[in-house]
């Protein structure tokens, strides 16, 4: 782009683009949270989890220190229950050809589900606060 010349879009509404293209990611992580993405190696609710890490630094320069704080803690309690309660673990065949099998807990799952569901809320909460949807704005993917 040529220096002075002006953008068809501000970085408001940029920005606007990039929370909803999350959010769209979000929607679709939310379909089947335990279903294996083979481009990322990840499970879908790993996925959404770092989702919503990026939806989170996206709005974090307009929450309040309270806001911040509060997301944070939560941010990192989640993390501790992806890391010591994973709804899958991988169990090793003792017995030749020692196989690994994934092994799923649907306790640890339902938590993990809950708290994602829980942080997804507060970020959405915090959009629709700082981020007033503009009328009868159409966004393209």
Do not use: W
């Amino acid at each position: 782009m040529e220096e002075g010349k002006n953008t068809p879009y501000t970085e408001a509404e940029l920005r606007l683009r990039r929370i909803h293209q999350i959010l769209t990611m979000v929607n679709e992580c939310n379909i089947n949270l335990l279903s294996y993405d083979e481009n990322s190696g990840q499970f879908k609710y790993q996925i959404k989890f770092n989702l919503l890490n990026t939806l989170y630094a996206e709005i974090n320069s307009k929450t309040n220190e309270g806001e911040r704080n509060s997301l944070q803690k939560f941010r990192g309690f989640i993390y501790k229950i992806l890391n010591e309660n994973p709804p899958h673990t991988t169990k090793r065949e003792i017995h030749y050809p020692h196989k690994n099998s994934l092994k799923f807990n649907p306790n640890n799952f339902s938590i993990i589900q809950e708290v994602l569901f829980n942080y997804e809320i507060s970020l959405r909460d915090l959009i629709d606060k700082y981020y007033p949807d503009p009328k009868d704005r159409v966004y393209e993917d």
